[in-house]
């Protein structure tokens, strides 16, 4: 997945049928709430391991029910409805800055987590942005927000395609080159209005809402070489070759690769970091306020705070996680690869994503929907 000119040497240890799995037990979840030795989770599909899950179920006994959701709106939605029936939950760093404050997590019993201490403080110091203290959740995966290409059909079509930077999206003419072969983006307006605003040298957090139209002007030229922003087709579409060049994830590139390597279909998925700077991530591990099982949810992250098991997962799906003690666990080819794990020079371009006042978010609304619909 990664820059071919980074000459990065991208070799899965694990089979991509093991990439790809995940274990979906949310068929009858209420009745798993009511059970005492059970903890029931929500993730995205995909993002938490089967043997992770196994080796946890081994260790303590405890039965897991994994309910993925489908967006993190969807989320938030059952999260502010409440009763959701869910013991951990992973929203990313600003879902949870929205749930702490409206008190929909609880505070981490931090006795209760004794693996706390493995922890990266640079990553705390990141999340502590949205979450002051680090008091309500700690860190599982991070990663960035990048381009996500199949370098034959690019490469094809444009032999100098500037793939390590964001011309490959908001230049009409390079990104009309790939319209053909398929251009997508993630339907994560917040994300990528800022790493709009952020390419054209603005802030990209700014509430001016002449900065808006700036991006609306940028935006509105590229529409018609975009195929769709559906965010859970991307990693299906590229892996099949349907897709050749996506504003994504640094995972979904991953997992794309990984489902690709299993069918051997010959196709091949790599990731870049932006150079003019790109949106960093963070997924956290929190406890809903009124989780059933608040107890056994204390007991599955301190789990996922094991430097063996996180590793695991990094290595597994090539994201970073926030587990300073995993990093000896984590594979060379992966720790070693600056478009997983950036450089310290590549992290001073990188901005998390930070609230936003409800002005600024309607007016950023407008702006994204003025873009997907082409209006």
Same mark, same amino acid.
């Given at each position: 997945m990664v820059s071919?000119?980074?000459?990065?040497?991208?070799?899965?240890?694990?089979?991509?049928?093991? #990439?790809? #799995?995940?274990?979906?037990f949310g068929a009858d979840t209420q009745h798993a709430f009511a059970q005492e030795n059970t903890v029931t989770i929500t993730a995205w599909a995909e993002y938490v391991p089967d043997e992770?899950? #196994?080796?946890?179920e081994e260790k303590t006994g405890i039965k897991v029910v994994y309910d993925p959701f489908e967006s993190l709106e969807v989320l938030e939605t059952k999260m502010l409805t409440g009763n959701s029936g869910y013991d951990v939950i992973f929203p990313s760093a600003l879902v949870a800055n929205r749930l702490i404050q409206v008190e929909a997590v609880q505070k981490l019993d931090k006795s209760k987590l004794p693996n706390l201490g493995n922890l990266d403080p640079e990553i705390m110091g990141f999340l502590a942005r949205h979450d002051e203290g680090n008091q309500y959740g700690v860190p599982y995966l991070w990663g960035t927000t990048g381009v996500i290409y199949n370098p034959a059909l690019v490469f094809e079509r444009m032999e100098d395609a500037p793939i390590e930077s964001l011309d490959m999206f908001f230049d009409p003419d390079v990104v009309s080159n790939f319209a053909d072969c398929g251009v997508a983006m993630i339907d994560s307006p917040e994300e990528v209005v800022a790493i709009a605003l952020n390419y054209l040298g603005l802030d990209p957090f700014t509430k001016d809402p002449a900065d808006f139209e700036k991006v609306d002007a940028l935006l509105a030229p590229i529409n018609p070489h975009i195929r769709h922003f559906n965010t859970g087709a991307i990693i299906n579409d590229m892996a099949r070759g349907d897709l050749c060049l996506v504003l994504g994830w640094s995972g979904d590139a991953g997992l794309a690769y990984a489902t690709a390597l299993e069918a051997d279909n010959g196709v091949e998925v790599f990731y870049s970091v932006p150079k003019e700077g790109t949106e960093v991530f963070f997924d956290f591990l929190s406890i809903p306020s009124d989780a059933p099982n608040p107890d056994n949810a204390h007991t599955f992250i301190d789990y996922l705070m094991e430097p063996e098991v996180i590793a695991?997962?990094?290595?597994? %799906? %090539?994201?970073?996680?926030?587990?300073?003690? #995993?990093?000896?666990?984590?594979?060379?080819?992966?720790?070693?690869?600056?478009n997983v794990y950036p450089t310290e020079e590549m992290m001073a371009t990188l901005f998390p994503n930070l609230p936003r006042d409800q002005k600024t978010l309607r007016t950023l609304t407008r702006t994204w929907t003025r873009f997907k619909t082409g209006n």
């Open positions: 071919d000119q980074c000459n990065s040497n991208w070799v899965w240890k694990t089979t991509a049928n093991a #990439a790809a #799995a995940v274990l979906l992770v899950i #196994a080796g946890f695991s997962v990094t290595n597994l %799906y %090539y994201y970073p996680n926030g587990n300073a003690a #995993a990093l000896e666990h984590v594979l060379d080819e992966v720790k070693s690869d600056p």
